[in-house]
């Protein structure tokens, strides 16, 4: 949160304002292509806040978010899984937030 001041103080509302707005763009814009490739399902969509995240479709059995989780860790993305609170922990999920969006494809 200091920091987040900080920024604001020196970049001002106007530079502020536009840097949240490309990182939820960014959100969007991958939420949108998580969401065709069919198999995932959005719990948040990146547009109020930018982070989303995604859980597997009832119909996927043979594996799970946290397999997704660890192969998408060996290609340098990060993506916690976690179930729920204790009142949900049928449902589990992968949040995506990054530091520094890009829309340019990750390494």
Do not use: H
């Not at 536009?18 to 490739?37: F, H, M, N, P």
Request: proline share 4%.
């Amino acid at each position: 949160m200091c920091l987040q001041y900080y920024n604001f103080l020196r970049l001002g509302f106007s530079a502020t304002r536009g840097s949240q707005q490309y990182a939820r763009d960014v959100a969007t814009y991958l939420s949108g292509a998580i969401e065709k490739l069919g198999m995932f399902e959005l719990v948040t969509r990146g547009d109020e806040l930018p982070v989303f995240a995604f859980k597997l479709k009832e119909n996927v059995k043979n594996y799970t978010v946290f397999d997704v989780s660890s192969a998408l860790r060996e290609r340098g993305w990060t993506l916690p899984a976690y179930t729920f609170p204790k009142n949900r922990t049928d449902v589990a999920v992968l949040r995506v937030r990054r530091k520094n969006w890009s829309q340019s494809r990750p390494r």
